[in-house]
């Protein structure tokens, strides 16, 4: 029987009293006990708990430590706790906890009382502790020792607070957890942790300033307001054009402009998001435009589905605008509309690779042009599911295994890896979504046995392929490196995320630490490709490590009561939002705004450094140092800001959207150039106002009245439509007279004077903000505006 059960009764079979035996006193720690390891029983804290890294979680039954005193003529240990003379000791734990550490007897929480002569001493004691404690920390950090293992059940900080003291309000525990859930009825939102507008509900004095740019700057109010009279919806933006087969094949630009999309896609998707064989690919292409009748309806769109994906990134002249939409997003979002209504229309009992491909497609060319963002979640998840419902999650070869002949596949092994290609790529946009929106994911429990696809380039193999040549290794870029590579850290980021965005997103410090080590040791072993054409693998890999760390280290990047325990979460938290705008500016300083239209990054670190530096400011009534230190020693952090906002402004002029997070932005900047100079407070907030005035008439300046006749006329394929808008019997449109056509860049007429009845000031910011009342532009009424 162990030295800490507790007493059992043993009955034998010739006497029916139950026996009991006394049980005997432990005099280790709970902690030695619980791991069967032998105590050295050093009070407070033993030499085991010390050298682990947990002296504060030291410690003993209290029967042992009053047996111990009794012993040496000294007052219980109870007497000793009430007078600060005890300095550890902890509540009792529950029946299950309580017989897994091994806690029989009923813990004490000491006091000290004011003016006892020990309070002093037992204040030293606690900081030499913590000292120590941090010391032990990182060198546990840096040796790579062992961890603290704490149950996956252990609530925040926050909501154990509120319910272990009844007159904490609820309210305060659930306005410090990151989240935004409003709404009223089943008509209610719920965005979680990592999504990147949850930091808005930290940041009061962000949100007070970007009220004070819309009441006190008529300016801005009166251009917003001309923007949104601007979002008049065309006539044809929502029809499309018959769904036979010659009508996709009629709406593709020149040979030119679709060879420029198409290799811009190949470059950038074909590189990170693998969906294509590109040998196949191209032999196909070149038969399209060689015979584009007989081409397969299907390459039709997904040819136009590519050419959509990339349609805002290529180079072209000046932007034209249909209110807050250019027009080159308005013409890719016909086309993907097109699309999807041909890929709705066609029969699933024949399902093929293709199939999956334009899925895929339609996924990424609606994320590209920001196309229903707030349903790209649902719509990741709707894509995981079809692919899970195929087995692409599984090994193939089980289905050769089962149902295959000995000389023949069922699939084959190029199928094989183009099924791994497609999986990796679906439950990479997934994953991606789930930060996105703050959820957890899906697929976080999911068995898969696919594997990674192989680091192989695509010209090494083909649909009569009967084997795989070997992969290269990791050092050796191929299109598929990226995939290769990121599948390697796939369970780690997968588990962090599920935990990030989990009920209890507060995990503990221990944990924090040792998902931090992870990470780092994974961006360690990210290869230094040479050439151009591995740069956006490489910094998407980068990219996608740092995410986790910024919402990793989020939570405890806050100023906590127990001093600068905590700094190097908000070193690391600054620092990560620093490295992201760092590393998409070193792919925008190329020419390629790929990943800068494709994420949302820069907003996200644009709110990250915020967050960060509002909480540097020292706390003397606490006692706490500053953080300023930290963010002098990061760098500037309004030069990072302000290459945030630029990054926004492209995005505003490729696809005409984010003009709420350029206004977002602006404001961060004036907060902060505030806090440096109080005095011009006013001015740096009336700069910030002008800033997206500018940005917002520059827009207006650029309108381009919308025609669908003018759209389909301006295609090089596509024959005048008629003036009933029908294609003749062959599938290709008819003439329409040349004065029905309106010109394709006609100046937009001058703008309407402001009406009050017209609202819809700062219609959606960023998913979050619900539109202003305008009827009293001096009052408006903003708390259900900004009720979060």
């Not at 003529?73 to 029946?95: K, N, Q």
């Not at 450094?609 to 300023?628: D, F, Q, T």
């Amino acid at each position: 029987m162990s030295s800490n059960s507790t007493a059992r009764e043993e009955r034998s079979p010739h006497d029916e009293t139950p026996a009991s035996k006394r049980r005997r006193i432990a005099f280790s720690c709970l902690d030695c006990r619980r791991r069967k390891l032998k105590c050295d029983r050093i009070y407070p804290s033993c030499t085991r708990c010390q050298k682990g890294g947990h002296p504060q979680n030291c410690t003993y039954d209290t029967e042992a430590v009053d047996t111990l005193n009794q012993s040496s003529g000294t007052r219980s240990a109870r007497d000793l706790s009430s007078s600060g003379g005890l300095p550890r000791a902890v509540p009792r734990l529950p029946s299950v906890a309580r017989s897994f550490a091994g806690d029989d007897g009923d813990e004490i929480i000491p006091t000290r009382r004011p003016g006892d002569a020990t309070a002093g001493l037992y204040a030293q004691d606690e900081r030499i502790r913590q000292l120590e404690n941090r010391i032990i920390g990182l060198e546990r950090i840096i040796n790579g020792n062992g961890r603290v293992h704490w149950p996956r059940s252990t609530r925040s900080p926050e909501l154990t607070q509120a319910g272990l003291n009844p007159s904490l309000d609820p309210r305060e525990a659930v306005d410090k957890e990151s989240m935004i859930f409003r709404g009223k009825g089943f008509k209610t939102q719920f965005y979680g942790a990592s999504y990147h507008m949850s930091y808005l509900s930290h940041l009061p004095e962000l949100r007070m300033v970007m009220k004070d740019m819309i009441v006190h700057h008529p300016a801005l109010a009166r251009v917003q307001m001309e923007l949104n009279n601007a979002k008049t919806k065309g006539a044809g933006q929502e029809d499309t054009i018959p769904l036979h087969d010659q009508g996709l094949a009629s709406l593709f630009p020149h040979r030119k402009i679709t060879d420029q999309l198409v290799q811009i896609y190949i470059d950038n998707f074909e590189t990170t998001c693998r969906v294509l064989h590109l040998p196949s690919f191209w032999d196909e292409y070149a038969k399209f435009w060689s015979a584009p009748r007989e081409a397969r309806p299907a390459f039709v769109a997904l040819l136009l589905l590519i050419i959509a994906t990339t349609n805002c990134i290529r180079e072209k002249g000046p932007t034209m605008f249909r209110g807050d939409s250019s027009v080159e997003r308005e013409t890719a979002i016909m086309w993907i509309r097109n699309c999807d209504a041909w890929l709705r229309s066609q029969s699933q009992k024949h399902t093929t690779l293709i199939i999956f491909q334009l899925h895929c497609l339609s996924f990424m060319a609606k994320q590209m042009n920001s196309v229903k963002r707030k349903r790209i979640w649902t719509s990741a998840g709707i894509l995981t599911r079809q692919a899970m419902s195929a087995g692409l999650h599984r090994d193939a070869h089980i289905v050769n295994l089962r149902h295959g002949a000995p000389s023949f596949k069922r699939v084959s092994v190029f199928e094989q890896e183009m099924r791994r290609r497609i999986w990796t790529t679906i439950s990479e946009l997934e994953l991606q979504a789930d930060l996105d929106r703050g959820m957890p994911s899906m697929t976080r429990d999911l068995v898969e046995d696919c594997g990674p696809p192989h680091n192989i380039d695509d010209d090494e193999m083909d649909p009569s392929s009967e084997q795989l040549p070997n992969p290269r290794p990791s050092s050796h870029f191929t299109r598929s490196s990226y995939q290769n590579l990121s599948r390697s850290s796939w369970s780690l980021r997968i588990e962090v995320t599920s935990l990030i965005n989990g009920p209890n997103s507060q995990m503990p410090y221990e944990d924090v630490l040792l998902y931090d080590k992870k990470i780092m040791q994974c961006l360690d072993e990210i290869p230094h490709w040479n050439g151009h054409e591995s740069l956006v693998s490489r910094i998407l890999l980068q990219i996608q490590l740092q995410q986790l760390l910024l919402f990793l280290h989020k939570p405890y990047a806050r100023d906590e009561p127990w001093g600068s325990r905590y700094d190097y979460s908000a070193i690391v938290h600054l620092r990560s939002a620093m490295t992201i705008i760092d590393l998409h500016d070193q792919l925008l300083s190329t020419g390629n705004s790929f990943l800068c239209l494709f994420r949302n990054d820069s907003l996200s670190a644009a709110l990250s450094i915020c967050y960060n530096v509002s909480i540097s400011n020292p706390k003397p009534e606490r006692g706490l140092p500053s953080r300023s230190s930290i963010v002098q020693l990061s760098g500037d952090p309004l030069q990072y800001l302000e290459r945030a906002l630029a990054m926004l402004e492209d995005k505003i002029m490729c696809l005409g959207v984010g003009l709420q997070e350029y206004y977002c932005v602006c404001a961060i900047i004036g907060l902060l150039k505030s806090r440096i100079s109080r005095d011009q407070s006013r001015n740096e907030e009336e700069r910030s106002a002008d800033k997206v005035t500018r940005m917002i008439q520059r827009v207006l300046a650029t309108q381009d009245n919308y025609s669908a006749a003018a759209t389909l006329a301006s295609l090089p394929n596509m024959a005048i439509m008629a003036p009933n808008g029908l294609p003749n019997g062959n599938g290709i449109p008819q003439a329409m007279p040349n004065s029905q056509i309106v010109p394709h860049h006609q100046a937009m007429p001058p703008s309407q004077p402001i009406s009050i009845e017209n609202p819809g000031l700062l219609e959606d910011f960023g998913q979050d903000l619900e539109g202003l009342d305008l009827t009293n532009i001096t009052g408006w009424d903003l708390e259900a505006f900004w009720n979060f």
